[in-house]
């Protein structure tokens, strides 16, 4: 009965932000500049389909687009999850009040959470001393809102049509494996949540993963940032929990096949999670400096008390199941597949907290020191080159080798031929001009 009610309380939900969606695009599309968002966002001589990217450009509108993401999901998991639909919905709720939150625009301890892309322009506290009263046409009379300000020039590109709802679409995902792995947790089916999250873990790095190309290839044309990827604290944001994510589809192979890393492929998952929305912090505190993050205010304390929430609950649930997350496998040889699954976890771990920490170390330095400094590309370039090449050489060393122990035999066999093809390679690269070390290494 009860999983009757959360399920038509959910189905009310989403029609409701259905509502709200359609009523903004409703504002944009007819240019309504009584209402402080589509004026600060849209004017009259936008093309048409720049005006949908309105939407999203201002934090009110990504919020609201992450909501919508989040309840579409939602309501598939409805329709597929059916042994898991209570506690995984209860999840997908729990989350969606916190991104409401982010619309509502309530105090929380006389601190103002979010704000509503609803607002009239005369309801801001700078216009309230402008004569409004007994003026119908006030926009027409006052000629600063005849016209709305327009779209940010670097953002009217065809990437940032696409890109942003894709990117939105993929942190949305990431609460589909966390929603299980909670759900696991909290019915104490510890060993069967891994199953129903793989699909979403692969739409998780899919979706993810193609966001993040579209934003490169957005930077690299409006931003002339020289390369593909800057190591910008806004790009290194998305990346991050992408990393994660692949890390976890990585080791959960050794779950399945040795009933091994229970623990740590749940930690993954949450991690991957409380990083989208470290990384969201980030870009919409206004705390890092980026060429497009939000503006400074006070949303960064709630995300901060979330991720506080979301980080304890998780950890109280992990040590009431702690027996059942024991691992039963065990290693036999460091010659298996399974040993170079877990360097290649060490790895992408490795490599994850490399750009973490690029990231978060100016903030870091700042809030001790009070100093002002910048990490940029040779930081990252420096750092993640030697991880990299590992990576490469562990691709091609793992799916060669058995599960389990491989035999000398066995060894000889997989590897010497792959081995001798390297060398001559390796005597070609050389011959053609190549001294760079990771150059080499890589071919």
Known sequence: RWRTVGRAAFRLHSIAVIGIVVTLFTMLFNHWFA???????????????????????????????????????GNLLIWKAKTWEGPVLAVFALVQVFLSTMLLGIYVFHIRVGSSPFLLIRELPENIGLPWTNLPNYLALIPQFKDGRGLNPLLQNYWMVIHPPTLFFGFASTLIPFAFAIAGLWTKRVKEWMEPALPGTFFVIAVLGTGILMG??????????????????????????????????????????RAMLRLWNL?????????????????????????????????????????????VASLVLVAGNSERLRSTGRFDSVASRETVFLLNNLCLTAFMFTVLTGTLF????????GAKVSVGEPFFNRMSLPIVVTLLFLMGVGPALPWKAASKA??????????????????????????????????
């Open 362 to 369: 100016p903030l870091v330095e700042e809030a001790i020191n």
């Open 35 to 73: 209402f402080d968002y589509v004026w600060k966002h849209s004017n009259l001589e936008m093309p048409l389909r720049y005006i949908a990217s309105c939407f999203w450009e201002g934090q009110e509108g990504s919020f609201l687009l992450w909501t919508f993401w989040t309840m579409v999901l």
């Open 410 to 443: 066995e060894l000889k066999s997989k590897l010497i031929p792959p081995a001798a093809g390297a060398a001559l390679l390796l005597i070609v690269a050389l011959v053609a001009g190549a001294r760079n070390p990771y150059a080499l290494l890589a071919f």
């Open 267 to 311: 930690n993954l998952i949450v991690g991957t999670f409380l990083l989208t929305i470290l990384g969201t912090f980030l870009t919409r505190s206004g705390i890092v400096s980026s060429v497009h993050s939000f503006t400074t205010g006070t949303i960064g304390y709630y995300f901060l008390a979330f991720i506080a929430i979301v980080m």
């Open 216 to 257: 490169g290839a957005w930077a690299y044309e409006s931003l002339s940032f020289g390369a593909f990827w800057q190591w910008d604290p806004v790009e290194n944001a998305s990346f991050i929990p992408g990393l994660t994510a692949t890390v976890f589809l990585h080791s959960v192979m050794v779950q399945e096949r």
